[in-house]
């Protein structure tokens, strides 16, 4: 049984400490092509920016904020060292599995996100020396963010429509193999509780005496945003007698 819905669920700190060239302590710049996310805040202060056709929004984040953002919407958060920073974010993402693989574009430049070779260079963490490769790679996204928001600002929405071409065309060879992620998670718990209601309008209440208790293992890694504290919930520790 996977995580209720066939969602995700992490705890995310937003990097702080250490500012980017506009300033700001957050995270990195990205979008998801087919997945939404939803950030339920536990704690500080800071504020979500977001990107997309409508064009730069900032909203405010602080305990018991609760905001989500669809496919498409290019999305940063950042801490509020002015008023204490320490932002703390529940994330629960749709269709788990797909983020963890690949979908997620960083707003790398235009030079780099349209070339799929210099993409993935620029996007994979060594297996030494993480934290700094995890500071380059968000200076470059932030770059790359800046230009799509000074052009939006300006009412030139083209750099925006360029990088969506761009991101749809680094992740549709990987679309095939996320029709199976999806059919073993999302589709199979519409399956599932299709087959209770059918079951619950014959009388038939088999599927309770299957029920058990399950707990998600959990690890930590460096994420976009900030640390993060992510929930292995494919493989849960089924509670049995």
């Known amino acids: 049984m996977t995580f209720p819905g066939g969602t995700s669920v992490s705890r995310l700190s937003v990097y702080s400490g250490s500012p980017c060239a506009d300033g700001l302590e957050g995270g990195t710049p990205h ?18 920016q977001t990107l997309d056709v409508n064009g730069l929004r900032e909203t405010e984040l602080s305990a018991g904020t609760t905001v989500w953002f669809t496919p498409g919407t ?14 703390e974010v529940v994330v ?12 997620a574009v960083m707003t790398f430049p235009s030079e780099i996100v349209s070339d799929p070779d210099r993409y993935q260079e620029a996007a994979t963490l060594p297996t ?58 999302v589709a199979e718990q519409a399956r599932r509780t299709a087959g209770i209601l059918d079951a619950l309008e014959l009388g038939d209440g088999t599927h309770l005496r299957r029920s ?29 007698r």
């Open 212 to 240: 058990a208790l399950m707990e998600s293992p959990a690890h930590d890694r460096w994420g976009m945003c900030g640390h993060l504290r992510a929930h292995d919930v494919a493989n849960p520790i089924v509670h049995t």
């Open 74 to 87: 290019i999305h940063r958060a950042v801490n509020r060292a002015d008023d204490g920073g320490g932002l």
């Open 128 to 185: 030494q020396r993480q934290e700094e490769a995890v500071r380059r790679r968000r200076e470059l996204a932030v770059e790359g963010f800046l230009r799509l928001a000074d052009a939006a600002a300006k009412g030139d929405l083209a750099p925006l429509h360029r990088f969506y071409d761009h991101a749809i065309a680094l992740v549709r060879p990987k679309a095939a193999g996320w029709r199976a992620i999806w059919e073993e998670t």
């Open 31 to 48: 979008v998801h092509t087919a997945s939404t996310e939803a950030y339920v805040v536990v704690g500080g202060h800071g504020t979500l």
């Open 92 to 103: 629960v993402m749709s269709n788990a599995g797909l983020p963890e693989a690949g979908d």
